[in-house]
DNA sequence: CTGAAAGCGCTTACAG
DNA sequence: CTGAAAGCGCTTACAG
């Protein structure tokens, strides 16, 4: 038991095995064990089969802290957020590190407040570690680090996060979502939608304002009123149903900036035996599953694909580290409309 | 511009300073230098100091891949999850890689599902980067890994997830933590206090449960019925809260077993005209704020404290990567009640 | 086709 | 109190 508990918890007694053993098990020396086991130079098919045969049988592990301090690459990359919430970074960690794994490159999470002290720290480990590369991430497109980068060294990609000029950054394509969802809308025969979304001072917001008119005006529709534009909870959703119920005229449809909103609203309606879609159809932003799929009923909202964002940025920051040429400035990618049954769509 | 552009994206042209350009400035040999940096060795304040000055003028920051491969320590440490929604894992992790920042240690975020293959290809990567140790989380305490670690030759911890015999692992003391809101119900003067739950196979529920049973027997009061187990989800709370209240004795209180059924009971009893708290006071359990502080009245719940949970986890294994002797079994962690209005409290 | 040797940037016995 | 030298585990010119 001892001896288990030992096993268990510590390296000692474990020695592992290194090209050295390979190279002596395989009678050649550790250059061609080391080429046969990268797959470079060029030798007889029989020899590099013998290193592998070797290598396999010793579980052979290539060490890449020693592979890194040769090569001047870590394989490694840093992602720092600001969101201990995880609700955008928790994705497109998940996306970035799944198309990393498969490049042999592993992912530092380094999650804390975005303020100078713990920035610098946290940029600190990630020089010390020699990443090859850095993933910042945040909570708003039109916010970046509170402090202007040092010199790095390395290549930045910025994700969900505004970035300095003449860098690479990943953003949803906010625009063309809102106008998706607000042409789905649209073309379900609605006529009178209104617009209630998040603040004044978030990008987000102002982008989904414009998509919906673009998408309005598209149609021939006048906007249901303004959008009406305050925090992104629930309670504003909830509030603002009831506000625009006892103002009189009614919508037969609302694009809600984002799934809090919309569940606030959805929530609202319920109370007030407003029924949802045929009264007044819903759509949200976000695809928020836990609450998109807890509405009643479903929510049809839109995706971001931030699993995909997370993944793109991965690989262009592999194409910098490999120096090869990434065109500066910010990518849009494509959001995606998940049709549930608050639009009033059939989905059979 | 295209200057700015090839600053912002790669490393060309950026060298790093060494050890040996702070020993060659400070005009000593690299031996009394690592030693300076380090506060090893004994030697006069004043020249540590002097390479200390030299360190900070050329902006030096130590390879810790370097240091890695000489004293077999590479400070990372991997964190493999299986969590892709985020729910669980990233407050662990924000707990755990801030206190292992503190300590120059940084953490390596490995996501993705537990299936052989994908655990396989994940696991090598870990062993490749030489992490010190691992931090394995799940979604749930009954469950681990579908497979038998391999032996991996360094120390392992189990946060969140059920581990091997003879493993260290954390969990929250679900049982006392059920105890606690039980009892907060029953001091308030609730006396038909109701169950709602999760699924029967989850081993959460049943230590929820029993604690529920065990406050109730503590107060003198008999359980109002039995826990009704299912799903985790908004829509069993709502439709067992209908089925409740058209049963006919209603109970004044429940206590629900995660947040989300807590949030679908009040749903339903907003809608049907029962007042919570005045009629029927509800705790709910996760603390997920998104949804305990949207809910109409604001939920009291429990909060498992998972942040503690990743920096005890993260210190035990600093621990037994350093050679010193750790207990094994399960650790269960105490958790608290965070009081707001649903449970009828005087909150002033 | 294969190998001996140098070197990546550190730490740490060992010797003074 | 200080330093020259060996070595961690690899890769890669260089030479045959």
């Given at each position: 038991m001892a001896d288990r508990n030992a096993k268990l918890q510590s390296a000692s007694a474990y020695q592992r095995s290194t090209i050295r053993d390979v190279a002596t098990k395989a009678g050649v020396s550790v250059t061609t064990a080391s080429r046969a086991l990268n797959g470079t130079g060029r030798m007889?098919?029989?020899?590099?089969?013998?290193v592998r045969a070797a290598a396999a049988e010793l579980d052979y592990r290539p060490n890449s802290i020693a592979r890194g301090l040769v090569q001047q690459r870590s394989f490694t990359l840093g992602l720092l957020t600001n969101d201990t919430y995880g609700r955008f970074t928790l994705p497109v960690a998940a996306g970035l590190s799944a198309a990393m794994a498969d490049r042999g490159v592993s992912v530092f999470l380094s999650a804390g407040k975005y303020e100078p002290e713990s920035l610098k720290l946290n940029l600190g480990a990630m020089e010390e570690k020699r990443v090859d590369g850095l993933v910042i991430t945040g909570k708003r497109i039109d916010?970046?680090?509170?402090?202007?980068?040092p010199p790095l060294g390395m290549p930045v990609v910025y994700v969900y996060a505004s970035a300095p000029e003449g860098a690479v950054s990943f953003v949803p394509d906010d625009i063309n979502a809102a106008k998706d969802a607000v042409r789905h809308l649209a073309g379900l025969g609605r006529r009178k939608i209104a617009h209630i979304t998040g603040p004044l001072d978030f990008k987000a917001a102002h982008l989904r304002e414009a998509g919906w008119r673009a998408a309005?005006?598209?149609a021939g529709l006048e906007p249901f009123g303004e959008a009406i534009f305050s925090a992104w909870t629930e309670a504003h959703g909830y509030d603002t149903a009831h506000a625009l119920i006892e103002a009189g005229e009614r919508p037969d449809a609302i694009f809600c900036g984002n799934d809090q909103i919309a569940r606030g609203v959805i929530d609202a309606f319920a109370l007030m035996g407003i029924r949802v879609p045929d009264d007044i159809a819903i759509v949200g932003f976000d695809n928020w599953e836990v609450f998109a799929k807890a509405t009643r009923p479903p929510l049809t909202t839109v995706d971001m694909g931030l699993p995909g964002l997370g993944r793109s940025a991965g690989l262009a920051l592999l194409d910098m580290i490999d120096g090869k040429p990434v065109e500066p400035g910010a990518r849009e990618t494509p959001c995606r409309l998940v049709v549930r049954q608050s639009c009033g769509a059939k989905t059979d």
């Open positions: 007889s098919e029989e020899t590099r089969e013998r916010r970046g680090l509170p402090i202007d980068l309005l005006a598209e």
